[in-house]
């Protein structure tokens, strides 16, 4: 079922659809009745909700429930009344993609991308080694995002991350072709695997925080870590080893954004620069969706800018959304 957009609901409009718990509680009020206080989100954004003289249960974190209700004002904020809801079935179909961001492209099909990509790797020390990684990640990659609120902060985001790439990646090789296109390609399916174990994720893809040893290490670290281990159980021999933990460690290119050595050899650097690249273009056509034709964004905190949307594109198409 189609269902209007939650940052589109204006004071006094309804709204009858599906809607993501994001939080939920039963609180006490002054009066000494009942209610429930959540927070409800689809894929444009969230707002408090509130569903008074009610006993029902809070429904649990991450679950889809079947709203009707009304956005209010309270203290110059939306807070949408809630006047009936029930959990979500299989039977109702919804379009996840309604709910949260979801990457544009089916999962399985972009990680079949990715193991045709291995299998087509010469060195069979390094094709076994990357299959040794994917395998050791496994069903997560299905739904994992890149970030939690940044580039490819989506379901399925860190594949789609990859397979940008991976893409990309083809084409340099075929303009600077002294590159080693196999272990540049190995190094970008490589490089934010870490990030697993970096945040915590449900299957909707949403990160709830990031885990103990992705504050006190990150995923540089841990990428690192993951790819010794692996090696020494495969006996991978050491230079190739020393080579695609170089290129995990410096691929945020300098210290301030996490990375303790700077690229030191071109299919390290060109990581980096795909790296950048494929977050930069995902970023700057979400954030110029909020601009008018012939404006500004407001300053960017992640790109420290401001960014103009053109007013008159060549085409219809030239611009992704």
């Known amino acids: 079922m189609s269902q209007p957009k939650l940052s589109e609901r204006a004071k006094g409009e309804g709204l009858d659809g599906f809607l993501l718990v994001r ?3 039963q609180r006490m009020g002054q009066n000494g009745k009942a209610y429930l206080d959540m927070t409800l989100a689809d894929a444009t954004g969230d707002t408090n909700a509130k569903m008074w003289d009610s006993t029902a249960p809070a429904p649990q974190t991450g679950s889809v429930i079947r709203v009707r209700g009304v956005m209010l004002d309270y203290n110059g904020k939306p807070q949408f009344r809630v006047d009936r809801m029930r959990p979500s079935t299989p039977e ?4 996840l993609s309604i709910l949260v961001p979801v990457a544009p492209e089916n999962p399985q099909d972009m990680l079949d991308d990715i193991l ?3 299998d087509a790797i010469a060195d069979r020390e390094l094709k076994k080694l990357v299959l040794h990684r994917l395998e050791e990640v ?3 990659i299905m739904y994992y995002p890149a970030a939690q609120k940044l580039h490819h902060a989506e379901r399925s985001g860190l594949l789609h991350h990859i397979t940008g790439m991976l893409r990309t990646a083809e084409r340099i090789c075929e303009v600077y072709p002294f590159l080693d296109a196999d ?3 190995s190094g970008v399916i490589l490089h934010d695997l870490g990030k697993i174990t970096e945040m915590r994720s449900d299957e909707m893809g949403i990160v709830s925080e990031y885990t103990a040893e992705g504050l006190l290490l990150g995923h540089l670290v841990t990428g690192v870590a993951a790819l010794s281990r692996a090696g020494e159980k495969l006996g991978t021999r050491p230079e190739l080893i020393l080579m695609l933990q170089h290129m995990i ?3 945020h290119d300098l ?3 996490g990375s303790p050595r700077r690229p030191m050899f071109p299919e390290a650097e060109v990581l980096h620069i795909l790296d950048l690249l494929d977050a930069r273009m995902f970023e700057m056509p979400r954030e110029l969706q909020q601009a008018a034709p012939g404006g500004f964004t407001d300053k960017i ?3 420290d800018r401001r960014l103009y949307r053109r007013e008159n594109p060549v085409a219809d198409d030239a611009i992704p959304f």
């Open 255 to 257: 210290p301030e954004f």
């Open 92 to 95: 109702d179909n919804f379009d």
């Open 23 to 25: 939080s939920a509680a």
């Open 301 to 303: 905190w992640s790109l």
């Open 183 to 185: 272990l540049l390609a």
């Open 116 to 118: 045709n990509r291995v």
């Open 249 to 251: 460690i410096s691929h």
């Open 138 to 140: 496994g069903e997560e």
